[in-house]
């Protein structure tokens, strides 16, 4: 088989990232550039510090991927870049340097949406995965589950209508006084914690009439907030293990129980978990029992593949660049794209 080679950028939000892939499944070079401890003074991220970031950065990784690759770029075949959703000024660093690259060298343009990248990070995780298959993809902007029919074939059955799961862990870790990202910080004090300490609340039911895949984190983080609120005003001594492994258990809880229903509504035997939040080990952890018992062959990445990385996005570009799904000179960023869109 020829071997085809994809380079790909992604730089939706605070990682500058470049990978070269190799036939859609094998990676050859992974490089990610964290701005993590420039954000973490500022509690988050700051796009205009990103943006700049991503300037310095992004020829740099180039640099490096290809020659970790044994590449050059000569040798490559496609660009595959991240144009949405995303920080618009960091997705725009991106998709400049992919139209110039692809002019430069004649080469196919493919933008891909950020969010099938973390889908299609299982595929490289995970050689014998195929679909079809039911994905939740949980991260720091974004709730969804999405039926993925085929390679270029994507439903999306259902997403948050207010607050993503990773926002409403960056949110609570925040006013807990964890750094930034508060996430991880929040698992980890978690396995301390009994997550049945306190009762907070599960957004399960939906109105008559609504999508019933839809998720809602809202009201979790305000009965949260206001826990912490009233002990504080009650001078009262707050478990911050109990708390964070309570309220983990309840966006857990959510979101197992609505994918579990989706896989089984749709007919599919597997499922696949993507984006930051699949790093969770509750979630990954109660997944793997749920899904067991009810004979779900379960999938999600490695940690570095479930950040934000280069190499998710040269993944999905590998199969619209076999589906002919190119982009022109014109591709512009579009920070509210949506999952299905092109």
Do not use: W
């Not at 470049?18 to 973490?40: C, D, E, F, K, M």
């Not at 014998?128 to 993925?148: D, N």
């Amino acid at each position: 088989m020829t071997q085809s080679l994809t380079l790909a950028l992604e730089t939706s939000c605070d990682e500058t990232s470049a990978a070269v892939v190799a036939n859609g499944r094998t990676i050859l070079a992974n490089i990610i550039s964290s701005q993590v401890p420039t954000h973490q003074k500022f509690g988050g991220v700051v796009p205009e510090i990103a943006s700049r970031k991503h300037i310095e950065n992004v020829i740099p990784v180039i640099e490096q991927a290809l020659s970790e690759a044994g590449t050059t770029l000569a040798d490559i075949d496609a660009i595959g870049v991240t144009y949405g959703p995303g920080l618009v000024g960091a997705l725009l660093v991106g998709v400049a340097t992919a139209k110039t690259l692809a002019f430069a060298l004649n080469k196919p343009l493919i933008g891909v949406n950020h969010l099938e990248g973390h889908i299609f990070a299982n595929f490289l995780a995970h050689k014998e995965l195929q679909p079809p298959f039911v994905a939740l993809v949980v991260s720091g902007g974004h709730t969804s589950l999405i039926h993925l029919k085929d390679y270029n074939e994507l439903v999306l059955l259902g997403q948050t209508r207010d607050d993503a799961a990773g926002e409403a862990f960056d949110k609570i870790a925040r006013v807990m006084n964890f750094p930034y990202p508060g996430g991880p910080h929040i698992d980890n004090a978690a396995k301390q914690g009994n997550p049945q300490a306190i009762a907070f609340p599960r957004a399960f039911a939906v109105q008559e009439g609504e999508n019933k895949f839809a998720f809602s984190f809202s009201g979790l983080k305000s009965a949260v907030l206001n826990y912490l609120n009233s002990a504080k005003q009650r001078e009262e001594t707050v478990s911050i293990p109990d708390v964070a492994a309570s309220f983990q258990a309840a966006v857990v809880d959510v979101l197992v129980m609505k994918t579990i229903m989706a896989a089984e509504q749709v007919g599919v035997d597997q499922i696949v978990l993507a984006g930051g939040v699949a790093a969770n080990s509750s979630l990954q952890t109660e997944m793997t029992a749920r899904t067991t018992e009810r004979g779900f062959k379960l999938f999600y990445p490695p940690a570095v593949l479930c950040t934000d990385n280069a190499a998710m996005i040269a993944c999905r570009a590998y199969y619209q660049y076999l589906a002919k799904d190119f982009a022109d000179l014109h591709l512009n960023a579009v920070p509210s794209l949506k999952l299905g869109c092109r």
